[in-house]
Structures are given as C-alpha cells and as structure tokens.
C-alpha cells in the first residue's frame, strides 16, 4: 500500500487504545502491584560526591536476620550496568563517584523498619577531590574517569572553517548554556522482582525499554537471555526518564529478590527519585560564525561540551544528537563542530525527550537572533535566506532528498501568529507600560530513529500474530507511556491488514513474549517500528491468500476462518519483519560522515512573552507550533504530543532549575522544583504539514522529541524583543534578568527610580 | 512516605473544651492538628518530631465566619476556601480573600485553615501580608480563658510567637473600617499558581488630598517572619504622594528588610523586588481608583 | 487488631468501612493498601501533584494530607466511583475523545479535580478551569486537551440538560 493513498483507520483520531483503563482508575502501574509473599526494598546511598568506601557497618541494634542485605560481593555475575560502556557498576564496590550513589540494597516485609535499617547502615569514606562543572573537569587537574574526564568526543568537518574568517563581512561569536532538567514523570520509578534457581529472573516495572533491563540483567546474574524476563507494566510517563535507569532499579530489585527468596517491590518515593536519578544533560555551546554582506553563512565553528555526570551511561549517543543538530537547519559551505561530554561527580546525565537536540537547538537559535542583530538584519529573513532546501546538503554531507518546506513552515507560523503585527504592537506600547512585551521564534529540525548506523546496528524485529480466540496480536518491545504507541500500532495493522481496530491487540510487553523491536526511543516508533508493523500486516495477508485461500477482498469472518485453516496446516499464524534500512543510507561513522538520519521532522516556534519589570518575571501568553512530522496517524494524540513538548519545554526555559549543593540536588521535592502548573501554559496553538515519508509506517516520521527543542530559544527571542536585552543561558529566572536588567541602560527599570 | 503512623498518636476530642483541657492537664504534651498541610507534609518526610498529636479538624466552635458591628471574626479553624468564597470577606477584606485564592490549590484550600496557618509562621506565609495591613487581633483561647494580641505581635522569631503552651489559636478579628482605604496586595512566587511566596506585600492606606493620613505595610519573606515594615511607614505617614516620598520610602523599605539567600531565591532579588512592590503599591495610591 | 487503634469508619464510593487503623496513616495508604483502591495514585506525598486527589464530604482534598482519623465518618468519593456501572461519566468520556488522557498517572486525581469543579459551578471559564486544576500536575499533556475535555463536558452536559428539560 503506498503511503499517500486513502486511509480507513491512520490519519484518524482513534480513541487511545487503553484509555477506558486509564480513565477508571483500573490500568495497573507498577505500584498497584501486589505479589504474594513480597518484600519490599530500598537503597543505602553514598553522602558525598566521591571517595573511597572504608567500611560498610550494619548497626548491631538491628537484627539483620530479618532482613535480606545487598552488597557488591552478592552480584553472581558482572557488577556493571550494561548500556553503551559498562562502566557504572550496579552496587558501589569500594568507591563512590557520586552523591546517592547504591552502595547496599535491603528488603524487608515492613517499610517502617526497612527505613530504620536504611539509617542504621554507616559508610565510612576517605573522601576524594570531586569536580561539579564542565569547566572543572576540562582543567583536568582532577581525574574522575578514565584517563581525561572525557567521555566521548566528535569532530564533524564539512569544508575548510579556517579560511572562511578573513572574507567574511561579519564574524559573530556567543556562548549558550542549558541547566540540567529533570523529567518529573509524576509516577517515580519503580520494580517488581521475582527470582529462582530454575526459572532465573523475572522483572516487572515502569519502563521504556524492557531489551536494554533484560541486556543487564543478564549481565549482572550471569544468566542466559532465556532465563531472564522482562516485563513493563503500565508506565506514568517517562520522557527518556526510564531509557536508562530502568536497568539499574531492575537490577536492584533482582538482587534483593535473589537475596530474600521471595518477590521483592522497590518504589522510590519523589525525593529519593529527584535526588539519585538521571536529569538532562548540562551544556556550554560556542558558536562563530561567518556570515556574508547578504547574510548568508560561511562558516560556522562550534565546540559543544556536556556535563554526562559520573558514568558514561548515554552520554555518548546524547553528545552525537547534540552534535549532529548544532548547525540547526541551514545550509552552510563550512562546518566544523567539536564535542565533547565530560565526567563529573554527580548522578549520572542520562535520556531526556530531545536527547541532546533542545540543548544544541536552544544555542543556535538563540544564536541566529544574535547574528540577526550584528549584521542589522530581521532575524526571520535571516533564517530565511539560508533554510536548507531540497538537493541542499548538511554538515554532513547528506543530500536533502526528501522535499523540504521549511519556507512553508514559516510563513504559517508568521500568518497565524500574526507575528509582524504584533512585533510592531509591542514595539509601540512597552515604552509606556512596566510589562514589556515580545514575539520571538525558533526554526529547526529533529532527526528521526536513531543516528547514523544506529538503526542497521538495532537490526529491529517486529510484527504481528493471531492468537486463537480470534485477535491480531502486535508483537513488539516498544512500549506505551503516554506517547501513543499502542493506539498507532493497532491503527497500522489494522490498515495494513484490512480489519478493524477492535480486532487488534497489543501482545504484552514481555521479553517472553514479544521480539526486539529495539528500545522505545528517539521517535523512532512511528517511523521505524510502525514500518515493520505495517510490512507484517500486509505479508500476512499475502501468507494467508498464498497459503490459506484468502481471497482479494474479504470479511472479518473471512480473515479470521483463512487464520484457522492455516493454523490447523501449518502452525501458528505470525508474520515477523526485520528492519530493511531504505536504500542511499550511508553513514561512516569513521569520518562521522553521511546520512545522519533516514528522515527529519521540521518546525517553527513562535512564542508571545510578557516579562514584567516589577518582579522580572516572565510570562510566556501565546505559543505557535507549526510542523511537518510526515504522516499524522492520529491527530489528537499528535497533537497532544506537540503540546505536552512545548510545556515541557517551556518548563525547561523558564522554571525548572536543578539547585546543586556540593554534586547533590538540594531541591529535591516538587515544592521546590517547579513545573509549569494548568495556570502557567500558555493557549499553544498546533498546526500541521504532512509530507509523507515512504519509509516510515504509512509515511509517519518522528514526532515525540520535536517539540521539546523549540520553546527555549524561541522564548528568549521574544525576551529579547521585549526587554532588549539578549539572555543566553536556562534556565533563566528572575533573578537572573534581574541582574541583567538592572545593568542593561536600554530599559527603564523601576529599581532605579 | 518515610514517617511511621504507628509511631504517633492522634486523638480527636471533637471538642474545643475538650482539647483545652487535654492541653491544660499536660502542657506541651500535645501538638494541635487542624488541616493537617503542614504537619502530614513533615510526617510524609519522616520529620514530624511530635509524638503526641490533637486534631482541631471538625471542631464547630473554631470554624466560623461572624459580623460583628465593628469587626469580621474568622475562626483560627476557617479554611482558606472559606474565606475565598465568604461574601463579607471578599467585600471588605478583599486582599484576605485574594490570598486565600492564591494559596496552594483548591485541595489545598479546603483543608489549610487560616490559624494553621498562622501558628505555623513561615516566614512566606500567605495570609500574614493581608493581616498586617487590615490591623487584625488575634484572639487566644485556653482552660484559663482568653486573650487578645494585634497580628503585628504575635510572631516573636522564626517559627516562634507568643502562644502559651496550653493555648490555641481561636478567632482572628478584622476591624470593618477600610472601606475608604486604599489596598493592594501582590504575591510574587516562581509560578501563578502552587507557589510559595518569594515575597509578598500587603498596603493599606487612607489618602486625603494627596495626603497619606494612615498606612499599614505588611510583608512576607523579607526577615525570620511576616512583618509590617514600620520605619516604611514612617517615612510616608503624613507627606504627600511626591516623588520625594516615593524615593525615600523606597531607600527606607530597601534597609528595613533583611531577606536571605535560599534554594528559591535570592537576598538581592527579594529586596529589589519589594521595593518595586512598594512603589507600585505607591504609585496606586496616587492615581483615580481604589485597590490594586 | 490493635485495641490501641481506633476503629474507623468510611464511606467510600457508597460502600461503608470500618477499619482499626492507626490514626496518622493517611487516608492515601489507606484506600490503597487497606482498601484496595489503587486508583488513586502517590505522585509526592507532599500535596503538590494531586494525583491523589479524591473528595471528602463534597470538597476536594489531596488523600497524602489527610491522617485518616480526619476521614472518620467521611464520605469518599475515587475515580472507582466515577463510572456508573458500565456507563462512562461524562468527564472520563470526554477525556477519552479529546486525548485528556496521555500516561494516565495523573487522570484520576485529575478526574476527581475536574468533577469536583463542575459539581461547584457547572460552567466554568477557561480561567476558572486553569484555577480549579491548578493543583494537579500533569507532565504529558500540557493540560491543553484536558482544558479542551472539560469544555466538551460542560457542552454535553448542557445539552443532556436541554433533552431532560424538552422531555
Ligand atoms: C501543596 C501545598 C501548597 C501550599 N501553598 C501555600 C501557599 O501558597 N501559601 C501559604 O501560606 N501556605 C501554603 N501552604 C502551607 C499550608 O497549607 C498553610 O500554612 C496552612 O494554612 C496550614 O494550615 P493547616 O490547618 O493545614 O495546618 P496544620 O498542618 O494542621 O498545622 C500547622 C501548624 O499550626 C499549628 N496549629 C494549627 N491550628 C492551630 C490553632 N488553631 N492554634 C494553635 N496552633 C495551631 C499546628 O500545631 C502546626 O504547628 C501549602 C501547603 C501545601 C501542602
Ligand atoms: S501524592 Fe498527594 S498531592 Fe502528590
Ligand atoms: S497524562 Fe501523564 S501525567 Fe498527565
């Protein structure tokens, strides 16, 4: 079925499919969960940011024999987190490298006295130099990891930068940071864990990616991939949040499970969640830029550096997505961009909706203004002149093959926002008035799946069965959690196939069950896994007339008896696809070189701010999301994905601020933290181009990342306009513009009077 | 939750006489619990140091809204939604009623009660701003009997005031002569809403041709607790709306206050920003119009 | 039974209760564990999220707040209670229409905040909407589609209305 054509079920706003569950109080989170004979269980964590463990003291006053205890000597296999490197060891064994890092793991049938012996276990240290910052560990005087505190580092060159300087009319330079951001998923992590000797173990939690916890399950047990199972319950939101952690939380569990003999629960409550799980990756991004009498770049030189924390974890994989969008959506002769993620001694940084993206997206956005205002030209017709085009490359040399609209984009998102007039407006009142008032925008693109080689190397299997009584199953990994996956995967093979959506379930996400459609990451579902999944439902029609005597066209009854038939000769009735790469994809990651990614989503921002010269706080009172994300499968929860990623994002610009206190989050409560409330979004008005991607399930690209890159350059544009003055870092608070304002002689402050 | 319920004991006599005298016969022993929002935050958290806890939650005597001639009298156990949707409140205390709205959410609203609230005495607290500027009593009650202190005494220093341990909170007294006064009241927190205050001021003032014959200033998070900022008051009382009165109160308000850095804001920005409060509260006070 | 305990009875969701709890559990672990009521979910413990928000004799409370000794004779309504029999309430209903619902962990503190508003003034404005579920943080949607669901709400509920009062 090619991708344009006429839909029954894609394309409409299907119901989510387990939303009446969701909506009665009856679907089941990790925490609903009840096992017969369970424990529970909790963690002792390091209280400084590094050194050296002396001794583990288990106070005598307790009586240990009712308890099940965890230390590093109890891991039966290998004591190291499997993801990218296994460097992060599951249990601390003999030094710490971060505040609330797990040192020893408790069960006990009662919370209360769990707690009790939580506080009776004593660490003593011999406490170590640690670095906090990018800058500390780039002085490289202390060594926290490896042999430089580097982590990974990229050198992306397209052209010659060097001789690009002296002919150029304009050379503008500027630094832009982004604070680390929690995802504040408001169910905190938690697992189930069950353990024996025959069967091996058994998780069951709040999770993203049940292969990544099955792939360090094995490791740590050192068991066989059949003897371990994985299985994600009902999850209350993730964001990136439950990529990674997931394996060290499931492991825990595990142990204790293993430790106790009996099913052992560990939920973290919101404190101990905020303080010892992963946030969004810190960064510091320089751009200079080179840039023509007419406003076309030259030369772009950027040097990227994150914070990745104490273990490498993802840092790698998040530095390449940073890097890979830090020239943003232009075309420019020449590129080079520098990266590097750096160790520090705080939790480690790990997957966070955008991956790496927001951060580099915020610098270049913010980035373009900048460049605007130095060579005295509209920041809109800037952006303009130099959008990549079709048949243009990128920094890495990829050709645009796909149709790019960006120009498209933006006059929308200029005609609904009304933008001119409304800059003009605010140009005229905000003398007058103590709120000033602004527009501001943001244009970018996000890749979709993963990155270069990434999707070959998953080598993804997925697809559809029908089970006896009469269901089609779809046998994938990828897992709900808000985004959708469910409703959209029964929408394609319900298309693909011919049936109704009520005859499409979602096979369980179990290891046992279902196959490695890889990790639920990086908007790869819709694209990716949609693609199989629409594959699978069209080869098993054409199995069941090949084998079945299916006809053309046929009934539900029809379908379902040609399934008998062809169960009772030959088996079960599945159809797998494995991921085909679409063809001209070439990515050598020697040279960090090619097609970065199989398709691009593409957007504009435009945020209305009001910030108030009172109490220099700011308002952000109107939002425009203009997109092309391929295909839209279902348009409410589309649309429900760009609005979630704009508050999200808009959080990230504005309130949401990691207060560190010697490598500890010292605002670890949602007291302290703060989130955009039902009173501080903005109306977000959501607007969407299709172009229908070929290679994605029935032309979808990716959309659940996108939005988040947009809001923070976009706001502080319109910040700009309002107050004149230019901010470059988030988040950014009042006391932060405060500060700026009361300096910057180009507005009247009432501080001053 | 890292507290243990089996640890502590809560009795509800139902009562206001009953929980005077289990406060009287053994002085200290019980710590009051009226909505609970402050206290089952500190249990949820595994520091509620109290033991021994008495529940004003229900108790009819003490939730009240009552008219007197010369005064409104709220009862200590009153909740914030109470005094949001009261009629008499929100005509003639309208800062009172405003703060209400503004503290926490509606669930929070309809347990949080007004005594809780001050008894508690963070130095954000919501409700103090509005009391300060509207004059308010506070009415005490214990076995002994009861008596009266102006708001503006009660706290003694962070989280301290001038309760005895056998008394309660009982009534707060509003006086019902503001009706030409001017009012404004602003609460800067870091979102619209579920916000703890990073400051807060309260004015009242009677202004008569340009004159300003009367004015209370309360504030919030600018010292160890909610207080009127007095030499402010000072340096307006009497003159007349001119620029020189409105620098001078500005350099006045800016050494009265003695805010602290915190995870939420800072020293310097809380002082700027309650003298731009001031003064916006100022500059109301000059133009046509009543309160902000 | 612990005779040091007192002996609590609810009413939750129209059916009666009555439990020998220990007066400071709050009334959030009680449903939960006790009851078995997992509908209604701990995002904080410490009254900021409202996904524990449930409503006591008529008015919105957030569950983690309340020392269930508090509870004593009260009426509790959960998300349980929400859908009568089979039938959908009109809220969750709309919420599913128009996407109110994303991971879902929020949805039934959100859900009672909702009914609980409408309950007190069947026709709110959009910024009595943003006012009255102010107090319940949901990290998915943006609150646009539930703002959008409980609009659609009010609509049909006026129209119900309108055939009821045609009959
Ligand atoms: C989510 C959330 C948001 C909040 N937002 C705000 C806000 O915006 N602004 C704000 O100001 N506060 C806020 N608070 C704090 C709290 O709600 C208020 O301080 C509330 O008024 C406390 O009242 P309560 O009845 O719940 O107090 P409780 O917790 O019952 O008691 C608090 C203290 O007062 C004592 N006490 C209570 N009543 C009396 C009495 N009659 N006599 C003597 N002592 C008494 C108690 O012993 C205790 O020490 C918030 C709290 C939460 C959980
Ligand atoms: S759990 Fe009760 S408000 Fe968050
Ligand atoms: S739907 Fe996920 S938090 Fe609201």
Known sequence: ?753 | MRGNPEAHELVAPGTLSGVLSMLANEPGKWTPIAGGTELMVAHAAGRLSARCLVSLWGIRDMRFIRAEPDSIAVGAGSTFSDLRNHQAISAEFPLLAKAASWIGSVANQSRATLGGNLANGSPAADSSPALLAYDAQLELISARGTRRVPYAEFHTGYKHNVMAADELLYAVHLPRRFGQHRQYLRKVGTRRAMAISKVALAGCALVEQGTVREIRIGAASIAAYPTRLYRTEDSISGQVLAPETLRAARVSALSEVQPIDDIRSTAEYRRIVIANLLEEFLRSLTGAGGQQ | MNPSWPSINLRVNGEHHSLNLPPMKRLLDVLREDLHLTGTKEGCGEGECGSCSVRMDGELVNSCMVPVLQAQDACVETVEGLACDAELHPLQKAFLEFGGAQCGICTPGMLMAASHLLAHNPTPNIAEIRDGLAGNLCRCTGFIRIFDSVIATIASNAKSQQERNAR
């Open chain 1, 1 to 753: 079925m090619s991708t344009s054509a006429k839909t029954r079920i894609v394309g409409s706003s299907v119901p989510r499919k387990e939303g009446v569950d969701k909506l009665m109080g009856r679907a089941r989170y990790v925490d609903d969960i009840e096992r017969d004979g369970m424990w529970h269980g909790a963690t002792v964590r390091s209280s400084i940011p590094r050194g050296i463990i002396r001794s583990i003291e288990f106070d005598p006053r307790i009586d240990w024999g009712e308890f099940a205890v965890v230390t590093a000597a109890d891991v039966p296999g290998e004591n190291h987190i499997q993801l990218i490197f296994a460097d992060q060891p599951c249990l601390a064994d003999g030094q710490v490298n971060h505040c609330e890092e797990a040192i020893a793991l408790l069960a006990h049938p009662n919370k209360q006295k769990l707690r009790e012996a939580v506080a009776a276990v004593r660490i003593d240290y011999e406490p170590l130099p640690a670095v906090f910052t990018i800058e500390e560990s780039e002085r490289q005087d202390v060594i926290v990891w490896g042999e430089d505190n580097i982590f990974k580092s990229f050198l992306l060159e397209k052209g010659n930068v060097d001789q690009a300087w002296t002919g150029a009319a304009h050379v503008i330079e500027g630094e832009y940071r982004t604070g680390a951001q929690e995802h504040l998923y408001i169910e905190n992590n938690g697992m189930i864990a069950e353990y024996n000797s025959a069967h091996g173990v058994t998780v069951w939690g709040s999770l993203q990616c049940p292969y990544y916890v099955h792939k360090s399950l094995m490791a740590v047990f050192g068991l066989p991939e059949e003897k371990v199972r994985v299985i994600q319950t009902e999850t209350g939101g993730a964001f990136g949040g439950k990529e990674d952690f997931p394996s060290v939380l499931g492991s825990h569990a595990a142990l204790l499970a293993m430790k106790a003999g009996r099913p052992v629960k560990m939920i973290y409550d919101r404190m101990e969640d905020l303080a010892a799980t992963p946030k969004r990756h810190p960064s510091r991004i320089r751009h200079r830029t080179a840039v023509d009498a007419n406003g076309m770049l030259l030369a772009m030189d950027i040097e990227v550096a994150t914070d990745g924390g104490a273990y490498s974890t993802l840092s790698s994989t998040v530095l390449s997505r940073a890097t890979l969008h830090s020239p943003g959506p232009y075309v420019c002769p020449n590129v080079r961009v520098r990266s590097r993620a750096w160790a520090t001694n705080t939790v480690p940084y790990g997957a966070f909706r955008g991956f790496g993206a927001p951060q580099a997206i915020f610098a270049i956005e913010r980035h373009m203004d900048e460049i605007a205002a130095g060579i005295g030209m509209d920041p809109i017709e800037l952006r303009r002149r130099n959008f990549l085009q079709d048949g243009t490359t990128t920094a890495t040399e990829q050709v645009m093959r796909e149709h790019v609209i960006m120009d498209k984009l933006l006059d929308r998102a200029l005609t609904e926002s009304n933008y001119y007039a409304r800059k003009t407006q605010f140009a005229q009142e905000n003398p007058a008035s103590a709120i000033k008032r602004g527009i501001g925008i943001a244009a970018f693109f996000h890749g979709s799946g993963f990155t270069g080689s990434g999707e070959r190397n998953l080598n993804s299997l997925a697809g559809v069965d029908v089970t006896s009584e009469g269901k089609v199953r779809v046998l994938v990994s990828s897992t709900e959690f808000g985004q959708g996956t469910n409703t959209i995967l029964t929408q394609i093979a319900s298309e693909a196939i011919g049936l109704d959506i009520g005859d499409v379930v979602m096979a369980l996400p179990d290891t046992g069950i279902v196959p490695n459609s890889g990790p639920t990451v990086a908007s790869r579902t819709s694209m990716v896994v949609g693609k199989l999944i629409q594959r699978a439902g069209t080869q098993l029609v054409s199995m069941l007339h090949d084998k079945a005597g299916l006809e053309e066209s046929f009934t539900r009854a029809e379908f379902f008896a040609a399934c008998e038939r062809y169960r009772a000769k030959l088996g079960d009735v599945v159809s797998l696809c494995r991921y085909e790469p679409p063809p001209n994809i070439f990515w050598d990651d020697q040279k960090y070189r090619g097609e970065a990614y199989p398709a691009y989503a593409w957007s504009i921002h435009v945020a209305q701010v009001a910030v108030d010269t009172i109490t220099y706080s700011t308002e952000v009172e109107d939002f425009w999301a203009v997109q092309e994300v391929g295909r839209v499968l279902n348009p409410v929860l589309a649309g429900g994905q760009i609005e979630g990623g704009v508050a999200q994002g808009i959080g990230y610009a504005l309130y949401e601020k990691v207060v560190w206190q010697n490598g500890r989050m010292a605002n670890n409560q949602m007291t302290n933290y703060i989130m955009p409330t039902a009173e501080d979004v903005p109306p977000i008005h959501v607007l969407f181009e299709e172009i229908p991607f070929m290679h994605g399930g029935f032309g979808a690209k990716g959309i659940g990342e996108l939005p988040h890159d947009g809001p923070a350059p976009a706001i502080l544009n319109a910040i700009k306009d309002a107050t004149g003055v230019s901010f470059c870092s988030i988040p950014l608070m009042p006391e932060d513009i405060l500060a700026k304002l009361v300096v910057a002689s180009s507005i009247e402050v009432a501080a001053t009077v």
